[in-house]
């Protein structure tokens, strides 16, 4: 009823002018929204995406002690790296036990120094993490690539996490957390 009115008063013409208008306004506002509040504002273009020696996290049963091993690393007067991750947590939803299901994580720099990832770890051998470097220069992005391969035995129904945990030398952040779950049914 209202657009009916809405319609009469202004020309078809001019209403699917405004009608486009307020959609592109409002994708524009929900996107600007979008990136302010994941912190992912500056997007990146794929020759950012830097390739080198990949290298793979595996599970490792002392990872629940990596927070207490690792050393800060110090701020330098030229600059430090600082990390920005596309997202510290995924949920997969409902999968199958047995399947495995994959995220690819955007792990970027955004100091003025190169970013270096080291001693990276899963919380279980169900998940896996593959880094295509392990060095990132300023203003550059590596990719992660978790794979998630929960087993289940019974009914199912339950809802496992797991995580990738790894160790940067950037002085605010020098341990790195990415979590995903499913419900394996």
């Known amino acids: 009823m209202f657009f009916k009115k809405v319609i009469e008063g202004v020309s078809r013409k001019y209403f699917w002018l405004y009608l486009g208008a307020g959609l592109v306004l409002g994708l524009t506002i929900f996107g600007l929204n979008f990136r302010a509040q994941t912190g992912w504002g500056n997007l990146f273009l794929s020759e950012d995406v830097v390739y080198g020696k990949n290298f793979q996290a595996t599970c490792n049963h002392k990872s629940d002690s990596l927070a207490l091993n690792f050393s800060r690393p110090e701020k330098i007067n030229d600059g430090y790296p600082k990390i920005s991750v596309s997202e510290n947590f995924y949920d997969f939803g409902k999968i199958k036990s047995g399947s495995t299901v994959s995220k690819t994580f955007y792990i970027s720099n955004r100091g003025d120094s190169a970013l270096i990832i ?67 049914k």
């Open 118 to 184: 080291k001693n990276a770890y899963t919380t279980c051998r169900c998940a896996t993490a593959e880094f295509s470097a392990s060095e990132i220069p300023p203003d550059k992005t590596i990719l992660m690539t978790l794979n998630f391969a929960p087993q289940m035995k019974g009914d199912g129904g339950t809802t496992i996490r797991r995580g990738v945990l790894f160790e940067t030398n950037d002085p605010d952040r020098p341990l790195q957390e990415i979590w995903v779950q499913a419900t394996v």
